[in-house]
DNA sequence: CTTTAATGTCAATTTTGCTTTACATTTGTT
DNA sequence: AACAAATGTAAAGCAAAATTGACATTAAAG
């Protein structure tokens, strides 16, 4: 049996706001997507762009891979 | 006036492929997506998921940012 | 020069990101 | 308790990502 392994993304971006104390609608307007956008990211519900993730990791000054995390599952 | 930034994402994969002496085909290969994927990817033709942006991180072993990058410009 | 591997590109389609609007629920303050 | 701020959620729609298949062009090797 051949297997391909499958991918979770996870992030932190509710701890990463916290530790800027920025509420979700001040990110989005930071980033310019809609506040709808980064509540659905922060839950999971989609994945983000490579540029938003670009933009938040500039936003909170840490590496795009501080943030959003491959995890092995499916 | 108010301005807000316009973005655009560079990327160095065909660098990094070299560097590995990987064809796009296999690099497609590697994070399981189409050859196409990855081609137009590579020529700015889109912008790519996290998701993608973090599995070729892992290919080369290199920070997201050390293959994408975000430059002012529109 | 001829063949093969690698890359470019196009069209058609499916999937997913992201938007707007709107409303419901939770959390925090006074 | 009452009110406001923050967050959750949902539907509808558009735009962009990603797929498949097919074919053309450009390297690279024999």
Redesign the interface.
Same mark, same amino acid.
């Given at each position: 049996m051949l297997w391909?392994k499958e991918?979770v993304?996870k992030n932190n971006l509710r701890v990463q706001r916290a530790i800027k104390n920025i509420t979700q609608a001040e990110l989005a307007d930071l980033i310019?997507v809609s506040r709808q956008t980064i509540n659905t990211i922060e839950s999971g519900k989609y994945?983000?762009?490579?540029?938003? @993730? *670009?933009?938040m @990791?500039?936003v909170f000054n840490v590496?795009?891979?501080e943030i959003?995390? *491959?995890e092995e599952g499916d």
């Open positions: 391909r991918w993304m310019q994945v983000p762009s490579t540029v938003l @993730a *670009l933009k @990791a500039r590496r795009v891979e959003f995390d *491959l």
